[in-house]
């Protein structure tokens, strides 16, 4: 378990990767996730972003071809 100043932190980077779904910014999306997910290998919010920007960045892609 994330200290609390840690805990701060990724709520942060998780707060930045919801505003960056607003955007359809699936590239933020993912690096904030990822950056919760270095902090804490085990979060579920964070991997649940990563997930998502995933699916929006192959989304992205397919409507780009």
Request: no cysteine; aromatic share 4%; proline share 3%.
């Amino acid at each position: 378990m994330p200290s609390e100043r840690l805990q701060r932190r990724i709520d942060s980077l998780l707060a930045q990767a919801d505003e960056a779904i607003e955007k359809f910014d699936w590239g933020l999306v993912r690096e904030r996730a990822q950056a919760a997910l270095i902090i804490d290998p085990e979060n579920a919010e964070a991997l649940a972003y990563l997930t998502t920007a995933e699916r929006g960045l192959i989304t992205a892609a397919g409507t780009l071809a």
